[in-house]
């Protein structure tokens, strides 16, 4: 048996429940891995409430899509890992209510396992790759950043806006970070790598053209969307692109008028449904992650127990970085 967070109905953290289930044997293709961690995205939550981009399948739904642990068995054609391989887990798609990652143990295809190196710890296990592949994906797979550019980044004191301005600053460009408290996450934003922090808000195109010499920027990689959406295009350069791969701002995005632009609608799944991106990706983010120059901001970890206290903290915006929960 192994315990699992299920929740029955939408809503707040208060739906999460844990439940005993049987330990599945992996099927053909499949592999059953002992959770050490789980990194938690904004999504989930969005995924447990009603707001994310697919529904839940009630009641008993599972959730979770990324955590790290230890193989404990394979199912039949299964090679590309054995019992006792250090592993990653990404769950991504619309399979989060039966391959959710919250719980002790968990059976995956095959294709949702990555190889963990030695020298990387659950926790970072856990926290490191929706994070930094989405950033991989949208600055270097769709936008092409090069040394010099200018990358404007909004939620960027979450884990993938950080990752967005470590991967910016490691690409030579010049991070610009954008968040709506500046005064109290400004300087570990500074120290994550951001040249600039500004403030959100609907003056923020004109302070990106009095830092780029009135040109805007190369790219402005977007979390938040909605009407605040047309301004923010007002600060991408001619030529520039707008990739936006969250939707925090549930209200409507008016398609932006200051034409020619180029807009993109992104998800990470561009690369991990790609194998070659994926391989690409891997190589990028452990290279980067050896050198020092990526490295998962680790805001706070809760046990497993306290998973719906990290639901609320996460809710709370408050963090810098990423919520790790980890299992006994």
């Known amino acids: ?69 230890v193989v404990e068995a394979v199912g039949p054609g299964v090679t590309e890992v054995a019992p006792g391989d250090a592993v990653s887990v990404l769950v991504i798609g619309p399979v989060m209510s039966t391959q959710g990652v919250y719980g002790e143990t968990v059976t ?77 996450k400004g300087d570990q934003l500074r120290a994550a790598g951001a040249e600039h922090v500004l403030a959100a808000g609907d003056d923020l195109a004109d302070r990106v053209r009095d830092l780029t010499a009135g040109r805007g920027a ?46 993109y609608g992104y998800a990470v799944h561009l690369v991990v449904e790609d194998p070659e991106a994926l391989r690409r990706g891997q190589d990028f983010v452990l290279a980067g992650l050896r050198s020092g120059a990526l490295t998962p901001v680790i805001d706070r970890t809760f046990g497993f127990d306290d998973i719906a206290a990290a639901h609320t903290y996460l809710e709370g915006n408050g963090q810098v970085g990423k919520i790790v929960v980890t299992v006994p």
């Open 218 to 263: 190369d790219v402005v990689l977007d979390a938040v969307g909605g009407p605040g959406l047309t301004a923010l295009a007002l600060a991408v350069a001619r030529g520039g692109v707008l990739v936006v791969y969250g939707w925090l701002d549930d209200r409507p995005m008016p398609m932006p008028r200051n034409w020619p632009l180029r807009m």
């Open 108 to 184: 995956v295809p095959v294709g949702s396992v990555l190889r963990r190196p030695a020298d990387v710890d659950p926790v970072t296990g856990a926290a490191l790759w929706i994070s930094h592949l989405t950033a991989y994906g949208a600055l270097v797979e769709v936008a092409g950043v090069r040394p010099g550019g200018t990358v404007v980044v909004t939620a960027a004191s979450s884990s993938a806006g950080l990752a967005a301005v470590q991967t910016a600053r490691h690409l030579g460009a010049v991070p610009i970070a954008v968040t709506r408290s500046p005064d109290v």
């Open 1 to 69: 048996m192994s315990r699992v967070v299920l929740f029955d109905e939408l809503g707040g953290p208060e739906v999460l429940r844990f439940a005993e289930l049987p330990t599945p044997e992996p099927g053909a293709g499949e592999v059953r891995i002992r959770v050490q961690a789980i990194g938690l995205n904004r999504g989930e939550a969005r995924f447990r409430d009603g707001g994310y981009w697919y529904d839940a399948t009630l009641p008993a739904s599972r959730l979770g899509g990324e955590a790290s642990g």
